[in-house]
Nanobody, 127 residues
């Protein structure tokens, strides 16, 4: 059974950093596209970043490009989202999601492309 477990969220001040982790079980990362999403109160879930099953394609939302980095450790079956220069508008619940039939060369930033989701981890950026 495919499961995803996020961790690493917390309360930080503007300008600080966090690294989120997504441990995946039930499928190997080299066969799955993984996406990071976030949802703030009263807003729709939005794509933050994704990585294709080969790891060769990575996409970022315009709002985080240059500040966030997605990476993965296949040996640990874990995907990371390193978030630098955090802003109050980054405050949200962050989710990772898996598409176990993901393409080697494409990853999608829309939530409908992902069938499996973690429970989410809260990130709050506030002074």
């Amino acid at each position: 059974q495919l499961q995803l477990v996020e961790s690493g969220g917390g309360l930080v001040q503007p300008g600080e950093s966090l690294r989120l982790s997504c441990v995946v079980s039930g499928v190997t990362l080299d066969s799955s596209a993984i996406g990071w999403f976030r949802q703030a109160p009263g807003k729709e879930r939005e794509g933050v970043s994704c990585i294709s099953s080969s790891g060769g394609t990575i996409n970022y939302a315009d709002s985080v490009r240059g500040r966030f980095t997605i990476s993965r450790d296949n040996a640990k079956n874990t995907v990371y989202l390193t978030m630098n220069s955090l802003k109050p508008e980054d405050t949200a619940v962050y989710y990772c999601a898996a598409d176990p039939n993901g393409s080697a060369y494409v990853c999608y930033d829309g939530p409908k492309a992902y069938a499996n989701w973690g429970q989410g981890t809260q990130v709050t950026v506030s002074s």
